[in-house]
């Protein structure tokens, strides 16, 4: 490999791909010469991606120089080795190191008990257990080849084979879920390491590594899997299988996601300059003892993108770091980012100390886009944060907030819409209550002004002056009648008339361009005459309201004036009233005649109370129900 590289990622591996002459094998034919074999391999491994290759042919090596001098100058790797049945006739694939030549092969088969080179099909003198001893010696890596198959180790039941630690990985067919056999589906509980008889302390990795007879198998996704390494290489290889669980993938297992990532660091100028860091698509992690970067290159990102700290002493920290690291010399970070919010293109951001950032798209041209429009949920917390948020429970709810699943987030949505129906009914039933309150104080004077009324009852006025309640009367129904009603009639219809639609945003000039407009100027057409029967109604009303309202106008006015007669009369009647302690007769009408007034305008409101009181109790339910 000529290409080197500086972060993990995961590559694409065959790891069973046979040469030419394995197809003979099957008793079969390609009808392609060695060499169109391999331009054939080439072109599918580069069509597919394919960066590793491990070479198995049933112990043969003939075509491991051929395969692994083309596949070399394109940038493949080639990992070679065999395929060899143990002497239970359980099939395992070899590979060795890239570098490992021909003949040491030939030695290899030896060493592991296939001592006829004519035979590569022959089972070894070997049990699995020493066949994986053997090839650990000869700093190989193996693997159980088509393990739930016919010749697989699970197949065979050697679960003393399979708990052997030396075996690292499994070939299966597909996906663990598609496997299924005659006993409970025993096979996928070995895989998740759940059988007792089969468990073991390091789960096997589980691979696709499809036997590739003819060039075409390889563009199969059963024939590769994904292995995570830096650079490749066998060493590399073989330590991923040390941890596969974040290592070792099925193609099937890393379905493609877009996400926002920063690509890479450079810093011109100052101390760290020259320093250029390239990460990873995954996680990073960046490891180093006290006082060797670590939180200036976190600062550095952070100066970059513009991101603000609301600790006071994060901040100053921060301050303090860039201006001695970056600020005496004026250095400049660039950061070169891919963002998520833009459909995955490519930015740059660079900022000088002391300078506001500047953005770059994919071809070198300025952009309007600040760091924030990129990344705008970015966040980036060093150790004075991260202290400072471990003293406040309040912002470790807020950051726990973000890794709760999403029906949690959900729930918290629901809270606090909840909070703020409870906010408006909290408003609503307090205006209730009080209403309630001031008509219930107001309500509560009846009984007392009754009693008085009573008082003149007594005096002997009530027969005199029966008319007074009923003149009160009248004048309240006058007063809601032309006050309360007929003005509530008309802003009704005010509020109808202000909402007649308006077909502005239907004019030429805004559809005349669109490729369905004729059938927008017949929605506007519709809605025009729509507007114009509302409006003739609606002056019909107008006419009818006016006429209405000069009626009862003049009716009232009539009203008005026999009320004055009676009231005139009424004054006649008090100068005749008697005098009694010191007040004159007509001092008593006129406190009998308050006294009744003001009972007219409480009366009504003992109805209002038994309203306004459900209104209270509905409200008390819906808060019920909300804090429920």
């Known amino acids: 490999m000529t290409e080197k590289h500086t972060k993990a990622e995961f590559w694409k591996c065959a790891l069973q791909v046979n040469p030419s002459s394995y197809i003979a094998y099957r008793g079969t034919s390609h ?40 596949m070399n100058q394109h940038d493949i790797l080639v990992f070679p ?70 010749n697989g180790v699970l197949n065979q039941k050697l679960n003393h084979v399979w708990q052997n630690p030396l075996l690292k990985a ?44 003819i060039p075409q198998d390889l563009a199969n996704p059963k024939a590769s899997c994904l292995i995570k390494m830096t650079n490749p290489g066998f060493e590399s290889f073989k330590l991923a299988f040390q941890d596969p669980e974040s290592r070792v993938r099925l193609n099937t297992d ?54 603000k700290t609301n600790w006071q002493n994060a901040q100053k920290q921060h301050d303090e770091i860039i201006k001695e690291n970056l600020g005496k010399s004026k250095a400049r970070i660039e950061l070169v980012i891919r963002s998520s919010r833009m459909n995955g293109k490519s930015f740059t951001v660079a900022r000088r100390y002391g300078e506001s950032a500047s953005v770059k798209d994919e071809n070198g041209n300025l952009s309007t ?64 209550q009080a209403t309630v309150a001031a008509i219930e104080d107001e309500v509560a004077l009846l009984p007392k002004l009754e009693e008085q009324v009573g008082q003149f009852k007594v005096l002997g006025v009530e027969d005199k002056l029966k008319i007074v309640p009923l003149l009160e009367t009248e004048k309240r129904i006058q007063k809601r009648a032309i006050g309360e009603e007929c003005l509530n009639l008309d802003n009704a219809f005010q509020a109808v008339r202000d909402s007649l639609t308006d077909t502005v945003f239907l004019s030429e000039s805004a559809i005349s361009h669109l490729p369905h407009a004729e059938n927008l100027r017949k929605i506007r057409a519709a809605l025009d005459a729509l507007r114009g029967d ?8 107008q006419q009818k309201y006016g006429t209405a309202k000069a009626t009862i106008g003049l009716i009232s006015q009539a009203l008005d004036a026999e009320i004055q007669q009676e009231e005139l009369a009424l004054e006649k009647t008090f100068k005749e009233l008697p005098a009694s302690e010191g007040k004159t007769g007509k001092e008593i009408g006129l406190e009998f005649q308050r006294l009744l007034k003001e009972i007219e305008r409480i009366r009504p409101k003992k109805t209002m109370i038994d309203n306004r009181i459900k209104v209270v109790t509905e409200l008390s339910k819906q808060r019920k129900a909300i804090l429920g």
């Open 170 to 213: 499994a070939q299966i067919p597909g996906i663990i879920d598609d496997l299924k056999n005659d006993e409970g589906n025993g096979y996928r509980q070995i895989l998740r390491n759940k059988m007792p008889d089969y468990k073991r302390e390091l789960p096997v990795a589980i691979i696709n590594a499809k036997d590739v007879a």
């Open 534 to 541: 509302a409006e003739a109604l609606l002056s019909q009303w």
């Open 31 to 70: 009808d392609m010469t060695e060499a169109q074999y391999n331009q054939e391999l080439l072109r599918i491994a580069k069509d597919n991606g394919i960066k590793v290759i491990g070479l198995a042919d049933h112990g043969n090596v003939d075509g491991v120089e051929a395969v692994r001098s083309l």
């Open 254 to 307: 890393v379905p493609e996601k877009y996400y926002s990532r920063i690509e890479s660091l450079k810093v011109t100028g100052g101390y760290l300059d020259g320093v250029q860091i390239g990460f990873s698509e995954h996680l990073n992690a960046v490891i180093g003892g006290r006082g060797t970067g670590k939180s200036t290159l976190l600062e550095c990102i952070s100066l970059c993108l513009a991101t």
């Open 369 to 432: 886009f600040t760091p924030i429009d990129l990344l705008p949920e970015i966040e980036i917390y060093g150790q004075n944060e991260i202290y400072e948020i471990a003293q406040d429970k309040s912002s470790q709810r807020k950051l726990l907030t973000r890794f709760l699943e999403a029906g949690q987030q959900e729930g918290e949505a629901r809270i606090q819409e909840s909070l703020g129906k409870l906010a408006e009914n909290r408003k609503k039933l307090i205006e209730a």
């Open 81 to 150: 080795g065999f395929e060899i049945a143990s002497a239970e006739k359980a099939h395992f694939v070899c590979l060795f190191p890239e570098n490992t030549s021909k003949d040491q092969l030939n030695q290899y088969l030896g060493a592991l008990g296939l001592t006829n080179s004519t035979d590569g099909v022959r089972p070894s003198n070997f049990g699995g257990n020493v066949l994986l001893s053997k090839v650990e010696e000869l700093g190989g890596f193996a693997y159980a080849a088509h393990c739930t198959g016919d």
